[in-house]
């Protein structure tokens, strides 16, 4: 079994910054891919950023230049940093991975840390 721990949500004023961690743990042999989706009230589940590999990483287009992806591969940690936030980034935020275990490959969810951005 694999199990994905988010960790770093808060409230926060506009303008200002959080970071996100997800530490990934258990049966892992690799882990092809991690990334930050985010789902807030009435809306559905949307990707924020994923990393496949060092120095890549695709982000939605409202979060490009704001935000960054980062990834600890001895750690099997992924990291959220967010700057410039704005109320609409409100929303609970899941980490999300593809994994190798040593039986299969599946994808595996956290259970979502809440960000608020409001003044």
């Known amino acids: 079994q694999v199990r994905l721990v988010e960790s770093g949500g808060g409230l926060v004023q506009p303008g200002g910054s959080l970071r996100l961690s997800c530490a990934a743990s258990?049966?892992?042999?690799?882990?092809?891919?991690m990334g930050w989706y985010r789902q807030a009230p009435g809306k559905e589940r949307e990707l924020v950023a994923r990393?496949?590999?060092?120095?890549?990483?695709n982000y939605a287009d409202s979060v490009k230049g704001r935000f960054t992806i980062s990834r600890d591969y001895a750690k099997n940690t992924v990291y959220l940093h967010m700057n410039s936030l704005k109320p609409e980034d409100t929303a609970v935020y899941y980490c999300?991975?593809?994994?190798?275990?040593?039986?299969?490959?599946?994808?595996?969810w956290g259970q979502g840390t809440q960000v608020t951005v409001s003044s």
């Open positions: 999300n991975a593809d994994v190798n275990t040593y039986r299969i490959r599946n994808e595996y």
């Open positions: 258990g049966s892992i042999l690799s882990i092809n891919a």
């Open positions: 990393t496949i590999s060092v120095g890549n990483g």
